[in-house]
């Protein structure tokens, strides 16, 4: 089972890129990297999801180096909207392990 | 629009009285979860459906059971509630395999208080 970490929080402003790292030092081989976004008092949001080196969609890039041991959600130039807990999930292909890291709660300053 | 819906959004129990929480999706998907979350926390996952296969995590306690009549539907029953049951409870479904490859749609959340 893949131990997942985080960090706690992380402070930005409007306008700037921000990255966040995920760790998963025991992620297995066929483990998917997946990144969601949750406010308050709603469920969790898919944000984009990798398996290895970068994938870009309209809103996030994820960052995969070749050892798969940890990952980097990048978003860019952030707004107060994007201001949530931003979730790294790694899972298995087979099922049942699924593991969300702790959170990272962004918070994004005018 | 297709969607995940909880119900109800709040549910208020007394300790000890069984209770359940409905789910229901638009979606079509084949695999339904339960996760449970506290506050401050992650979410956690209980258990979830592939099709109509049952698959517990194997930290879920006996308290803690789920049925799925069809495809549209999947309940959470909670047996006796404690104090330490009370958290948001999210519902989620996806299509395929029950895998990390798959997107998760997220319901609302029914946030539960025992009293």
């Known amino acids: 089972l893949a131990k997942i970490t985080q960090p706690i929080s992380m402070d930005s402003y409007e306008g700037q890129e921000v990255n966040i790292t995920c760790s998963h030092n025991?992620?297995?081989?066929?483990?998917?990297i997946t990144w969601y976004q949750q406010f308050p008092s709603q469920g969790p949001r898919f944000i984009i999801q990798?398996?290895?080196t970068k994938v870009t969609n309209e809103v996030a890039s994820l960052f995969i180096p070749a050892d798969r041991k940890s990952s980097t959600l990048s978003l860019p130039r952030v707004s107060l909207s994007d201001t949530a807990v931003y979730y790294c999930?790694?899972?298995?292909?087979?099922?049942?392990?699924?593991?969300f890291g702790g959170g990272t709660r962004l918070m994004v300053k005018p | 629009d297709a969607m995940v819906i909880q119900n109800p959004r709040y549910q208020v129990t007394q300790f000890g009285k069984p209770v359940t929480l409905s789910c229901s999706q638009t979606?079509?998907?084949?695999?339904m979860y339960w996760y449970q979350q506290k506050s401050s926390q992650a979410p956690k996952l209980l258990f979830h459906?592939?099709?109509?296969?049952?698959?517990n995590e194997a930290d879920t306690p006996d308290n803690f059971q789920s049925r799925r009549p069809n495809t549209s539907f999947c309940f959470l029953d909670i047996r006796s509630p404690g104090l330490g049951d009370a958290a948001m409870y999210l519902c989620?479904?996806?299509?395929?395999?029950?895998?990390?490859?798959?997107?998760?749609?997220f319901g609302p959340g029914t946030r539960l208080t025992v009293l």
């Open positions: 989620a479904t996806s299509r395929g395999g029950a895998g990390g490859n798959n997107e998760q749609f």
């Open positions: 979606l079509n998907h084949n695999v």
């Open positions: 999930l790694v899972g298995s292909g087979a099922g049942n392990m699924l593991t």
């Open positions: 990798g398996y290895k």
């Open positions: 459906y592939y099709d109509k296969d049952f698959n």
């Open positions: 025991n992620i297995a081989t066929n483990d998917y």
